[in-house]
């Protein structure tokens, strides 16, 4: 889920130059990203690094992964819009999408002169089962952070999405053609349990009580549905609350397949912040967070 430390290792990850993975510079036309990558330069002469918006101290530019495949699922996968993106798929019954998501991951590939393609993509946790179907030597990592944690986040950056969509031109409309319903104006949260309050009025302990509970849910919709699959270790379970140091990654690297290089090791060093929230520790203390205390026990760090 956003807001649980994806974007940092997908970066951090990124930097070790074993992986291809999608990249701001590939929009708007990445449906032709071979043919795009060779002239997008002049397209983005002028875009500088710069912090995220959503207040993260993280910062971008045009070769910076994000979760921007969610786009071929929006243009292929049936029903999206009626059924929503958290749709549960577990097999290959779509021709169209099956092809395209082959395509696209095929010509990153080809882009980046690799032979390994790093997905950066929340919303794949409603996919595993298919995905495993489709690429069985794929390596799923599930970042899990404290849910009290999380949704005190979420809610931060959801109420700074809501003034952006006032003062930022056409902000809201371009979150939703790029598939990012988390924050914002037009956020549409996942439901797994047929609740019919989706977006309550945007009060902030209303805003953090419902990421909560979305955060919970989903928690528990991983135990019910991937036990198997994590105990098998196709899915790995990382507690990002955990990480304090680059060493403390060793296992996943170890999972992956990839070494401890200069280059990540770099990335690790300028970016990474150990971050307390001990303003959080009251509520921690009165909410019952068992699944992710039972996920927690099989995390790699």
Do not use: C
Not at 90 to 95: A, G, L
Not at 142 to 148: A, K, M, Q, S, T
Not at 185 to 201: E, I, V
Request: hydrophobic residues 35%.
């Amino acid at each position: 889920m956003a807001r649980s430390g994806t974007t940092f290792l997908t970066h951090l990850l990124d930097s070790s130059n074993y992986f291809g993975t999608f990249k701001y510079k590939y929009l708007p036309f990445y449906k032709t990203p071979i043919f795009w990558n060779y002239i997008n330069n002049l397209f983005y002469l002028s875009k500088k690094k710069r912090q995220r918006l959503h207040g993260d101290n993280l910062k971008v530019n045009i070769n910076s992964p994000d979760s921007f495949e969610e786009l071929i699922w929006k243009n292929f996968l049936k029903d999206y819009d009626l059924k929503g993106y958290w749709q549960k798929v577990e097999y290959d019954e779509f021709s169209d999408l099956s092809k395209n998501l082959d395509l696209f991951i095929k010509k990153i590939i080809h882009i980046n002169k690799v032979d390994r393609y790093l997905s950066k993509n929340n919303n794949n946790i409603f996919r595993i089962k298919y995905l495993l179907k489709k690429f069985p030597d794929s390596k799923i990592v599930v970042v899990i952070r404290n849910p009290v944690d999380l949704a005190f986040s979420s809610t931060k950056v959801h109420l700074k999405f809501l003034k952006y969509h006032k003062t930022i031109k056409n902000f809201s409309e371009e979150l939703s053609e790029l598939g990012h319903y988390e924050f914002g104006f037009q956020r549409k949260m996942f439901n797994l349990t047929g609740s019919k309050s989706l977006n309550p009025q945007n009060i902030r302990f209303k805003t953090i009580n419902l990421y909560l509970q979305r955060y919970l849910d989903l928690l528990n919709f991983i135990s019910k549905n991937y036990s198997k699959e994590i105990e098998d270790k196709k899915i790995v379970i990382l507690n990002y609350d955990n990480l304090k140091k680059i060493n403390d990654l060793s296992k996943l690297f170890q999972f992956l397949h990839i070494d401890l290089n200069e280059d990540i090791q770099s990335y690790f060093d300028s970016n990474f912040v150990l971050k307390t929230y001990q303003r959080n520790e009251k509520f921690k203390k009165k909410i019952i967070i068992q699944e992710f205390i039972n996920l927690s026990k099989y995390s790699i760090v």
